[in-house]
């Protein structure tokens, strides 16, 4: 009997790599001293670059996203239909129910057609 590695190997590893790579030890743990004014302006550049850029990056994701939706929303052709039903009168005296098709949105309005 074969045994699948793989799944049981991610299944064990990839944890313990995505948990091991943060650091929660806080600015005690740094290797220069937090009073020389270098490492004090490099870490304050960081945290305003790290703050910016992902900022940035937000913006831009969630602006292709939203483009993406809206040109997947001009491109889908779904067609929603509602029938009723209307009575009519034959010429012959019988009542008959006669189905009516209207085109609606997605929010159930009626989609006007062009004369």
């Not at 220069?32 to 990056?57: E, I, K, L, Y």
């Not at 483009?67 to 052709?77: E, P, S, Y």
């Not at 779904?78 to 008959?96: A, L, M, N, P, Q």
Request: hydrophobic share 40%; glycine share 12%; aromatic share 6%.
């Amino acid at each position: 009997m074969k045994t699948r590695f793989r799944p049981y190997f991610f299944a064990l590893i990839a944890p313990v790599a995505l948990l091991t790579g943060c650091t929660s030890a806080g600015p005690e743990a740094r290797v220069t001293s937090p009073h020389q004014p270098g490492p004090v302006a490099g870490n304050a550049v960081g945290t305003v670059v790290g703050a910016v850029g992902s900022n940035v990056v937000g913006a831009v994701v969630g602006g292709v996203e939203g483009a993406a939706a809206a040109t997947q929303k001009t491109f889908t052709n779904e067609r929603r239909i509602v029938r009723t039903w209307r009575i009519e009168k034959t010429s012959d005296g019988r009542t008959i129910k006669v189905p009516v098709e209207i085109e609606v949105d997605e929010n159930g309005k009626p989609i006007e057609r062009a004369p």
